[in-house]
């Protein structure tokens, strides 16, 4: 047996394709369906063998063996999510089918070419990498009384 968890193939053999399954779309139901069980109670049984510790160790061993097939790793996903913002923050010149800008008249009435920006795909790209380092966790001030540590400094410095 190897060190590590999830590592092996699982014993029952339809929960072994239930995770090879869900891998491909991550939906329990779904999954359970291609793994053989009816439509009727595949939302059941997908939910109850996702919760069993031995098929969450599985999926995570195996979506850890294709990021490394893949050489997917954090940093390069942060590395493309980065790109993404940036290229998605550029203004981009519009153009026509030949590659002319295209031009509209501004409130001058002069032309002038056109524009577009892609607030959407930098948002979202920006969303990413902020959670992943942590830039939105909710903070909570605490205000601590400090009238009993001043008495006590108080009397300490009487004496």
Do not use: W
Not at 70 to 90: E, F, S, W
Not at 114 to 140: C, N, P
């Amino acid at each position: 047996m190897t060190d590590q968890l999830g590592s092996e193939q699982l014993k029952n053999d339809q929960h072994e394709l239930f995770c090879n399954e869900y891998l491909k779309d991550l939906n329990v139901k779904q999954a359970a369906i291609r793994a053989g069980y009816s439509e009727r109670s595949a939302g059941q049984h997908g939910h109850d063998i996702y919760k069993r510790t031995e098929v969450q160790a599985r999926i995570d061993h195996l979506k850890q063996d294709r990021m490394n097939s893949l050489g997917l790793d954090v940093y390069y996903v942060l590395k493309n999510l980065k790109t993404i913002a940036d290229r998605c923050m550029q203004a981009e010149e519009v153009t026509d089918r030949e590659g002319n800008p295209v031009l509209m008249e501004d409130a001058n009435g002069d032309l002038k070419p056109v524009y577009r920006f892609d607030a959407q795909g930098a948002t979202k790209a920006s969303e990413l990498i902020g959670k992943h380092i942590g830039m939105f966790v909710e903070q909570k001030k605490i205000n601590v009384e400090v009238d009993l540590m001043s008495e006590l400094i108080d009397e300490i410095s009487d004496e």
